[in-house]
């Protein structure tokens, strides 16, 4: 975490926002003495169980305060979706918070509950282990999606845009591709970003079609950087470096990748990726790959 231009490792024990250990959160200089004697009241103000939804700011000042918005809530919670703490649904995104409010009437105290349940987890059977929270295919992604296309079966078309999808009077679908060929089905899985849906269901769906089209979309950029191990300064000793919005920083977050995922880099090397743009720096995506605007 960057704090007043330095870097903060987050206190051992802390779940996204919420501590679950007393001592290593009380002495960390994450947050201010204020803000922690803030955030201890989560454990006698009453919880809300009317089931209403409210913004992940609304929830998390309401429950820890101000600064846990600041400094936890939004680079740790928003950051994950790319959005605005203060425009995005609890309920959405974190229902289990509320779930834990509401079943343990605070957040810290439930989630020191959930601690313990993990604790007295039975141990893994010999010669097995349990994985950390990060997990991803050696060949990245892409390994996922070609393995199966391959193992796909039927009338399987690849880079064919559709271009029109019409209803048929005797039931199903047409759909027109970028080629002019037609293609008759009995169902359409959309699964196009919002805007392009929108498109899409204009003539056949013009509701479903107008609330699609309201969709926000942010535009968001990565650059990955790699250095020989002996060029950086610092241990890497986590997963990366989040940015809380009053930092004013024109990045959000970075993520040493050779840390946090196996076989990211050869032996000697670190690879690190820059996370810019979006709802937090979106000026950063009128720059060029030179740097020049």
């Keep these: 975490m960057l704090k007043k231009g330095q870097l903060v490792t987050l206190p051992d024990g802390v779940m996204l926002v919420i ?42 000042g309401r429950r820890l305060g101000a ?46 509950a959930a601690r313990r349940a993990r604790k007295n987890m039975p141990a893994p059977p010999a010669g097995e282990k349990r994985h950390g929270f990060f997990v991803s295919l050696r060949g990245g992604t892409a390994e996922l999606s070609d393995t199966l296309a391959a193992r796909l079966s039927g009338d399987l078309r690849l880079n064919a845009a559709v271009k029109a999808l019409d209803l048929l009077e005797g039931g199903g679908y047409r759909l027109t591709l970028a080629d002019g060929e037609t293609v008759e089905v009995d169902q359409v899985i959309l699964t196009t970003p919002a805007f392009v849906s929108a498109d899409l269901l204009a003539d056949l769906a013009p509701e479903a079609s107008e609330r699609l089209a309201a969709i926000r979309y942010l535009s968001t950029g990565t650059v990955s950087l790699a250095y020989r191990a002996d060029q950086i300064g610092h241990p890497l000793n986590g997963f990366g470096l989040v940015i809380p919005r009053s930092e004013k920083r024109s990045i959000n977050a970075v993520t040493w990748t050779s840390t946090k995922f196996d076989h990211r880099a050869p032996e000697g090397y670190v690879l690190l990726r820059v996370f810019f743009g979006g709802a937090r720096s979106p000026q950063m995506m009128e720059h060029n790959d030179s740097g020049a605007q």
């Design 19 to 60: 501590p679950t250990r007393i001592m290593p959160f009380a002495l960390s200089p994450l947050i201010s003495i204020p803000g922690k004697l803030r955030m201890a009241l989560d454990f006698v103000i009453p919880a809300r169980r009317d089931g209403k939804d409210e913004t992940i700011a609304d929830f998390i």
């Design 67 to 112: 600064e846990a918005v600041d400094r936890l809530a939004d680079p740790l919670m928003s950051g994950i979706y790319n959005a605005e703490s203060d425009r995005q649904s609890v309920l959405a995104t974190f229902p289990r918070y509320r779930t834990i409010e509401e079943q343990h009437g605070s957040l810290i105290r439930g989630m020191m």
